[in-house]
């Protein structure tokens, strides 16, 4: 198993129903272990994610707090999935 699956848009050109059975794919691998990071423009998708950060306004946001300053001044949604056990770091 990779340390890391990249997902870009996992979701963006599939039906809802197709959508789904990939999401649950991506969430059956992270209940196994796996780490996913996940960057979409869906608030459905990233729902599915234990983390979630967002991109506004060229900032960088989580839990609504502040990070830092995104590259570029981009405006994408990245949904993130640690493994249960790694969840606090």
Do not use: C, F, W
């Not at 794919?25 to 950060?53: D, F, K, P, Y």
């Amino acid at each position: 198993m990779p340390p890391l699956i990249l997902a870009d848009e996992p979701t963006g050109n599939l039906n809802s129903k197709t959508g789904a059975e990939v999401i649950q794919v991506l969430r059956s691998l992270n209940e196994r272990g796996q780490t996913i990071v996940m960057v979409t423009h869906s608030s459905e998708a990233a729902s599915a994610a234990h983390r979630v950060v967002r991109i506004q306004d060229g900032m960088l946001q989580h839990n609504g707090n502040q990070v830092s300053q995104a590259p570029n001044g981009s405006s994408a949604e990245s949904a993130i999935e640690a493994p249960n056990s790694r969840e606090g770091t």
